[in-house]
């Protein structure tokens, strides 16, 4: 045996020693990570919870307008106005403190013409606003269908769906979220349980879960005053067999 065949024998024996170490290793690797896999199925559901609630503030723009050549006498119109609606709507229950004043707005129709003189009824035109903020909703929508008898005593109320345009909001949010947030969890559990079930696994603990935003809507175009508050929650279950 020369002296090279003894050095090659060993370093072949080491070299075959370590690819079948290496392919050990490997397929070991391999299973654990087939192992992980399997115990890492999962399955992603959402969960809804939907529920209608009257608003709980009502904002009621009434936007007075009013015109005349004479700027003073326009003035008082608008004054004297703005003391009749406000005399009507705390008589008809409302509370001073919801009531607020926009100072007027007032337009000299001369001193925007172009191209000219024309021919105008009225040089001044004015508005202002009286804005309600009040939380007896339902106290509120009643004096609403009432305030147009006041156009009898010769105050124009604009209906101007833009600047008019009455809102209802809803404030309560906070004190109904622990309760949709549990509700839309439970419905997504339901969900996990049946897919399990038809998939013939068993549902485990949640790997991963997130709250959805909150949304609020008028239920409808006719009904503003109640609302559709919506959230959706996606959880995410572990499976096993």
Do not use: C, H
């Not at 949709?180 to 897919?195: C, D, G, I, L, P």
């Amino acid at each position: 045996m020369n002296v090279k065949s003894a050095y090659v024998r060993p370093a072949l024996i080491l070299a075959i020693g370590l690819v079948l170490g290496l392919a050990a290793l490997g397929y070991q690797l391999g299973s654990s990570a087939l192992s992980i896999k399997e115990y890492e199925r999962t399955v992603t559901v959402k969960g809804l919870s939907e529920r209608e609630e009257a608003a709980d503030v009502v904002l009621w723009p009434i936007r007075v307008i009013a015109a005349d050549n004479d700027l003073t006498a326009l003035y008082n119109k608008l004054e004297s106005d703005m003391q009749v609606i406000q005399t009507f709507l705390t008589r008809e229950g409302l509370s001073p403190d919801a009531i607020t004043l926009s100072a007027p707005t007032v337009v000299d129709k001369l001193a925007q013409q172009y191209g000219g003189p024309a021919e105008v009824p009225f040089r001044y035109s004015a508005s202002q606003t009286l804005t309600v903020y009040s939380y007896e909703v339902e106290d509120t929508r009643r004096i609403m269908g009432e305030i147009a008898t006041l156009g009898k005593q010769g105050i124009v109320i604009s209906q101007d769906d833009y600047r008019g345009a009455v809102q209802y909001l809803f404030l309560r949010l906070n004190d109904i979220k622990p309760e949709m947030v549990e509700e839309a969890t439970m419905n997504a559990r339901s969900v996990a349980q049946k897919f399990a079930e038809d998939s013939q696994s068993r549902l485990g603990k949640i790997k991963r879960a997130s709250q959805g935003q909150f949304s609020i809507s008028d239920r409808d175009a006719n009904t503003p005053y109640i609302k559709k508050i919506r959230v959706v929650s996606t959880v995410e279950y572990y499976l096993s067999d």
